[in-house]
């Protein structure tokens, strides 16, 4: 059973417009949440996490949003450009899990259409 | 830093060989992971080591994967004998104690057994 949700495969924004990427959790007890960022061929790379005491964590274009009562974090990119188009995997961490590794979703696919 | 280093980037092999793939975390990590990526599934852990030891190795899918690490900048993963459904890529990541869940992939070794 996933613990972690990402339910769009795929999304494609016009270049300049805002993309909005969504997560959905299971586990009550993640406490802290983080997106990665694949280009093709290479591993993901972190972009931007959000601790569970928090409901916004703000990094340049990027601003991920944490709605614990709905179990649902979004990343929202603004404006979105070409070089974005990757796949962007959300990330979770059990509170008090000591330093037990992160679960994954199985990604979105974003697509910046020029 | 060179950052993590996975050798081979790719391997075609035939079903019922061996294979091993090979890991260099980035230097002072202590924590090395290695995950599993493929379409159905998305990224899996398949087992993580913390100053060498394995800590977790229950996302291994059966007793024909085993994982060693001879030192602080070395691991393997083996496949042996290898099936077509071992067809994937397959990353090795490395982070910090006290950073565990901030992880440094490399860029992945596409495993294609035919």
């Known amino acids: 059973d996933q613990q972690v949700k990402q339910n769009s495969p795929s999304l494609s924004v016009q270049e300049g417009r805002i993309s909005i990427l969504n997560c959905d959790y299971t586990?009550?007890?993640?406490?802290?949440f983080l997106w990665y960022k694949k280009y093709p061929a290479e591993g993901p790379t972190f972009l931007i996490s959000?601790?569970?005491?928090?409901d916004k964590n703000e990094d340049g274009r990027f601003t991920v949003f944490l709605n614990k009562s709905a179990k649902h974090l979004s990343l929202h990119i603004v404006p979105s450009q070409p070089g974005d188009s990757a796949v962007y995997f959300c990330a979770a961490k059990a509170f008090n899990s000591g330093n037990t590794p992160l679960v994954f979703g199985k990604g979105t696919r974003l697509s910046v259409i020029a | 830093d060179a950052g993590v280093i996975q050798s081979p980037r790719h391997e075609v092999t035939e079903m019922g060989q061996e294979v091993t793939l090979r890991c260099k975390p980035i230097?002072?990590?202590?924590?090395l992971f290695w995950y599993r990526q493929t379409m159905m599934r998305g990224l899996e852990l398949l087992i993580y080591f913390n100053n060498n030891v394995p800590i977790d190795d229950s996302g291994m899918p059966e007793d024909r994967f085993s994982a060693k690490m001879p030192n602080a900048s070395f691991s393997t993963l083996k496949i042996q004998p290898s099936e077509p459904r071992d067809s994937a890529v397959y990353f090795c990541a490395s982070s910090l104690a006290h950073r565990v869940y901030e992880q440094y992939f490399g860029p992945g070794t596409r495993l294609t057994v035919t």
């Open positions: 230097s002072g990590h202590d924590y």
């Open positions: 586990n009550s007890m993640f406490d802290y």
């Open positions: 959000i601790s569970s005491i928090k």
